[in-house]
């Protein structure tokens, strides 16, 4: 059974940080690219960022240089580092695991950040 459960959420002051992370199960970890994405009330779900291997990611512009992405292979998780925080990234955040044919996504974690 494919399981991608998303943690680390939570209410946070404007300049703060958080840690998401996105442990998996059920599949191949390391032939998926992981990625980050996001959906504020009202608006559609958009694209944080994503690593397809580890030597390699990609971040919407929104979100460059105050954010990253990690993942470990070894632990099936992946990670999104969020530091700089503004009030414009709250949202639900998702993990999205995207293979050749398949694509998974968790069930969302809830990041407030207050002014």
């Known amino acids: 059974q494919v399981q991608l459960v998303e943690s680390g959420g939570g209410l946070v002051q404007a300049g703060g940080s958080l840690r998401l992370s996105c442990a998996t199960s059920?599949?191949?970890?390391?032939?998926?690219?992981m990625a980050w994405f996001r959906q504020a009330p009202g608006k559609e779900r958009e694209f944080v960022a994503d690593i397809p291997w580890s030597e390699s990611s990609y971040y919407a512009d929104s979100v460059k240089g105050r954010f990253t992405i990690s993942r470990d292979n070894a632990k099936k998780t992946a990670y999104l580092q969020m530091n700089s925080l503004k009030p414009e990234d709250t949202a639900v955040y998702y993990c999205k695991a995207a293979g050749e044919r398949t694509e998974y996504w968790g069930q969302g974690t809830q990041v407030t950040v207050s002014s």
């Open positions: 059920g599949f191949s970890f390391s032939n998926y690219v």
